[in-house]
């Protein structure tokens, strides 16, 4: 099931007067979690109305962050993995950690 901030920006969309289509791809499938449409819903309450041109430029910018803040998370994971077997080195219990 979507989450709300995902239907609510649905529907601000639709009610700016964009395509029913386009509302759906950019709501359901491209900004779908409650990070990416709570900054959507924060830049089009920011910019009363902008072009389908600025919209999607603004989406894929919020995806970009999105993605690289998951990319900023995994090196983090992996750096503390590697942290961990510096400090434990690489006995049967640190092996068993990974």
Do not use: H, W
């Not at 386009?22 to 819903?41: H, Q």
């Amino acid at each position: 099931m979507a989450a709300e901030k995902t239907k609510e920006l649905y529907k601000l969309l639709l009610n700016k007067g964009y395509p029913k289509e386009f509302c759906a791809e950019v709501a359901y499938k491209n900004m779908n979690t409650d990070y990416t449409a709570g900054r959507m819903l924060n830049y089009l309450y920011r910019v009363p109305n902008p072009g389908l041109e600025e919209l999607v430029d603004e989406m894929l910018a919020i995806l970009s962050d999105r993605q690289m803040i998951i990319q900023k998370k995994e090196a983090e994971q992996a750096q503390a993995a590697i942290s961990d077997i510096y400090r434990r080195g690489l006995s049967e219990e640190g092996k068993n950690s990974l």
